[in-house]
């Protein structure tokens, strides 16, 4: 389990990477209660976790500027506007100016490049490792995302209760500032540049053919395609009923306070977090299979998640919900890092980010839903619909993703 970390950049990228998350699973737990409490909106709720998700529109830019200038330098500016943006939201609410309008604001301008960080920072995994540890260091680097929604959503909820907003920003700035610096760690070996076979160097010299390239070599791959859809299934239907509506389920559903919210945020990430450890320690995963009984375990959970009415059975869903996104999600990942060629990678995952972009989508379709026909409806209408199309996913690629002596389940 603990292989990857003999590798020196691995040492800098993990601890840059959980700093990061910490930061996000703040800011999110954080800004999505005050823009409830402070509008009593469930939609503007939607609206505010959609806008964080804006920037899957230009991630496959992104992925193919990181082809170019380095993944690692992507990263870092990435991280810098990260800081940027939280200091000025720190200062607006320790100066008592803080309003939902400025919350909006730079939940866009912050969403326009965070959507890009998790494929960024597999691409430089994937760069850093040798291939036998690929699906340990993925593993292993998840848990950066899983200990922040324990860790991270119990400690903002907690300084946000005590403190008020302004000081909880205050730890964020900090988280962000040392993922910066600990990722300015990270020295990646040179590369050798791809070849052209048409000797016009077209390819190295227009951004749009790059992508065009990185999309067509998605499209072309059957597993890679496959791998596709299911992230794009999971983030319209799956993710906004245990990630966005957090905080409007913790409220409205279950009448509990900030603390409550921080518990049901944390029990997801606890599951998440017992699977990721779990991979890790495991060998021979058939990945396409795992990928598809996660995804159907993650829908099953988010079912019965939908039919309870207490905290602590709610809790218990959560659990088992956030343990079959991790087996769904890390799988995703590996399947495409592993299928990648090194030169495509950024536009791989630049193209993986895209998918992303159904959340804000499904938030919205959410939010508008529940205020017409309650949550317990459309909680149970979002995870039949995933049901029926992850089974529709494994049926049409069931050569690539289910026989055990694909190529995705023998490595």
């Given at each position: ?10 040492r ?11 930061a996000?699973?703040m ?61 000025m ?14 919350v ?35 593993s ?20 946000f ?31 050798p ?44 239907t ?44 495991t ?91 309650g ?21 049409r ?15």
């Open positions: 389990m603990l292989a990857p970390f003999r590798v020196r950049n691995y800098f990228q993990w601890p840059a990477d959980l700093f990061t998350s910490w996000f699973e800011e999110t737990l954080i800004l999505g209660w005050y823009v409830l409490a402070a509008t009593g909106s469930v939609l503007l709720l939607t609206i505010f976790a959609s806008l964080t998700y804006i920037g899957t529109l230009i991630a496959p830019l992104l992925g193919v500027l990181g082809d170019r200038i380095g993944h690692r330098n992507l990263l870092v500016a990435m991280r810098a506007i990260y800081t940027l943006l939280s200091a939201l720190m200062m607006l609410a320790l100066a008592g100016m803080l309003r939902p309008v400025h909006f604001v730079i939940a866009m301008l912050t969403g326009l490049v965070r959507p890009s960080d998790i494929g960024v920072r597999g691409a430089v995994v994937a760069s850093i490792v040798p291939h036998e540890l690929l699906l340990g260091a993925m292993i680097s998840r848990t950066t995302m899983d200990t922040a929604r324990i860790a991270g959503a119990l400690s903002g909820a907690g300084l209760a005590a403190l008020g907003i302004g000081p909880a920003y205050v730890a964020i700035v900090i988280l962000y500032c040392l993922s910066t610096l600990l990722t300015l760690c990270v020295v990646l070996p040179s590369r540049q791809p070849v052209d076979e048409s000797g016009s160097g077209a390819s190295r010299k227009s951004p749009l053919r790059d992508l065009k390239e990185g999309v067509t070599y998605v499209w072309t791959s059957p597993l890679m395609q496959a791998a596709m859809w299911v992230a794009f299934l999971a983030n319209m799956a993710f906004p009923l245990s990630n966005g509506l957090l905080p409007y389920i913790a409220k409205e559903v279950y009448g509990t306070d900030q603390t409550g919210l921080g518990y049901l945020s944390a029990s997801f990430a606890i599951g998440s977090l017992i699977a990721s450890l779990l991979v890790s320690m060998r021979g995963v058939p990945v396409a299979r795992l990928m598809i009984v996660g995804t159907g375990m993650w829908y099953c959970m988010l079912l019965a998640f939908a039919q309870v009415h207490t905290v602590p059975f709610a809790i218990a869903f959560l659990l088992l919900a956030g343990f079959a996104q991790s087996l769904s999600m890390i799988s995703v990942l590996v399947l495409l890092l592993r299928t990648a060629s090194e030169h495509f990678r950024g536009r791989v995952m630049g193209v993986r980010m895209l998918a992303i972009y159904s959340l804000p989508l499904g938030l919205l379709a959410a939010g508008s839903l529940i205020e017409r026909i949550f317990v409806v459309t909680a149970t209408s979002f995870a039949i619909v995933g049901l029926v199309l992850i089974g529709a996913i494994a049926l690629w069931r050569a690539d993703l289910w026989y055990i002596d694909a190529p995705a389940n023998v490595r």
